[in-house]
């Protein structure tokens, strides 16, 4: 079966330093892949996909980058954290042939910019 | 692109009451409807979905609706139970080439015992 792995839980960052979240996927081969953010209280925004390796589609300007360096791996990075950078974010994926399946989410990564 | 909206943003209910959310959509082509549920500090989870072809799916307490034609969706608890306190998405997609989801703002239900 897939699962979807997502660390760290929880993050506490001062503001200025790098950031690095990292999602990997198993049980299953070129999946589309996503990075949420969640502020609290708020619904799901979807930042980045990725549909192949070194393949990256940002949804929304801001201080964030993604990568993938292989197929079932998903990096979020930041080279400098700022407050409103805060919240928790989530790694998805999904089949690359349906949509039927949905998505499936990680269990997410609460990030506090202090 | 498509745009979804969700309503109500909370609901509150008692144990045993009946609960509505409602969705509507604006791309007549989706056809792919799922809801999942986001327990606190958790991601959201899958339990439901639809697509264009059915008008109703159920799954013990819980059931979907679709009407095509005044594009909008809507998920039905019954016997609801403190468990299922949490936050709500809808979305929509569709069945075709690259699938991006397109998520509704979500809804608080909060059973009460």
């Known amino acids: 079966s897939q699962t979807i792995h997502q660390w760290p839980a929880t993050l506490v960052q001062p503001v200025g330093s790098p950031l690095s979240l990292e999602c990997t996927v198993e049980?299953?081969?070129?999946?589309?892949l996503y990075w949420y953010r969640q502020a609290a209280g708020r619904g799901l925004q979807l930042l980045f996909y990725?549909?192949?390796?070194?393949?990256i589609s940002s949804e929304v300007p801001q201080n964030l980058s993604a990568s993938r360096p292989q197929d079932r791996q998903f990096i979020l990075s930041s080279k400098k954290l700022l407050l409103s950078d805060s919240g928790f974010y989530l790694c998805?994926?999904?089949?690359?042939?349906?949509?039927?399946?949905?998505?499936?989410f990680g269990s997410g990564t609460r990030l506090t910019v202090v | 692109g498509e745009n979804v909206e969700q309503h109500p943003s909370t609901l509150s209910v008692q144990e045993g009451d009946s609960a509505v959310i409602k969705c509507t959509y604006s791309d007549s082509a989706s056809n792919y409807f799922p809801w999942y549920k986001q327990e606190l500090g958790k991601g959201p989870q899958l339990i439901i979905d639809?697509?264009?072809?059915?008008g109703e799916k159920k799954d013990q307490r819980i059931a979907v609706t679709l009407n095509k034609t005044a594009k909008h969706f809507s998920l039905h608890i019954t016997e609801t139970q403190p468990e299922d306190s949490a936050v709500y998405f809808c979305?929509?997609?569709?069945?075709?080439?690259?699938?991006?989801?397109?998520f509704g703002t979500g809804t608080r239900l909060l059973v009460s015992p």
């Open positions: 639809i697509r264009s072809n059915v």
């Open positions: 979305a929509a997609t569709l069945n075709t080439g690259f699938q991006k989801l397109v």
């Open positions: 049980g299953t081969s070129n999946p589309n």
């Open positions: 990725s549909v192949g390796i070194g393949q």
């Open positions: 998805a994926w999904s089949r690359r042939d349906r949509a039927r399946y949905g998505y499936t």
